[in-house]
């Protein structure tokens, strides 16, 4: 693709000074001002010139709509990796809990149980308790 030889103001220069020609003469007397091929030459320039101009800004407009995206999109994808390291730990908590569960409590001590003794090891009641027990059963 050909890129354009004259830089952006340039061409609204340009512009500017053929419409200010244009808009000179009398009304239907730009045959006296320009003589009538230098008209459509004028015209023809100047639908160029707009239409450069109008390309210019719509290339903008697409590269900051590009940059707008890939933006976005960066973020989008540091969120993303957020969830999920997230995710990942409430599952690991999740799984941690689902296995506390699963094991049986020693019913004496309401603690995990990690030996076979605790359910055939009498519950050890402290002092305070087993002196009311006695007091009852002494009562009785």
Sequence with gaps: MR?????????????SILLQGQDGGSPGNEADTYGDGQS?????????IKNRLA??????????YVQELESNLSRMRQQNEDLARRLALAEAENDALKRNMK??????TAAPTNNK????????????QLDAVLLLLTVL
Excluded: F, G
């Design 3 to 15: 890129r354009p030889t004259q830089p952006h103001e340039l061409l609204e220069q340009e512009l």
């Design 40 to 48: 459509e030459d004028i015209k023809k320039r100047v639908r160029t």
């Design 55 to 64: 390309a210019k800004k719509s290339r903008e407009q697409a590269r900051s």
């Design 103 to 108: 094991t049986p409590l020693c019913p004496n």
């Design 117 to 128: 003794n605790c359910e055939s090891e009498p519950a050890a009641l402290p002092s305070l």
